[in-house]
């Protein structure tokens, strides 16, 4: 079964760090670029991070520059968003995607790739 499973989501404190993993199984991740997404209740699924199949380009929105870093583990087939400084407005359930995409970037627009798979998403809930 082909499937992306995400984990460590959580309730944290203001300030506070979480680390999300998002875990293949099935099939490689070598040969996908990974988004991380969220989707908050009463709005539209917002892209949080991509992160290239070379692993060595990442993009992400200015609302979460400098705070969140995606990484991956070729090893492991997995792919992370670490997640610092958190605030309440990042509260959402966070999504990873993969996108069958062959070159070795992210682009800016990458909310628009083919993500063909998806995973079940989980919960993140930053209040004091």
């Known amino acids: 079964q082909l499937q992306l499973v995400e984990s460590g989501g959580g309730l944290v404190q203001p300030g506070g760090s979480l680390r999300l993993s998002c875990a293949a199984s099935?099939?490689?991740?070598?040969?996908?670029?990974i988004g991380w997404f969220r989707q908050a209740p009463g709005k539209e699924r917002e892209g949080v991070s991509c992160?290239?199949?070379?692993?060595?380009?990442?993009n992400y929105p200015d609302s979460v520059k400098g705070r969140f870093t995606i990484s991956r583990d070729t090893a492991k087939n997995a792919v992370y968003l670490q997640m610092n400084s958190l605030k309440p407005e990042d509260t959402a359930v966070y999504y990873c995607a993969a996108a069958r995409y062959e070159f070795p970037y992210c682009p800016d627009d990458y909310v628009d790739l083919p993500f063909d798979f998806w995973g079940q998403g989980t919960q993140v809930t930053v209040s004091s």
């Open positions: 099935g099939f490689t991740l070598d040969y996908y670029a």
């Open positions: 992160i290239a199949r070379s692993g060595s380009s990442t």
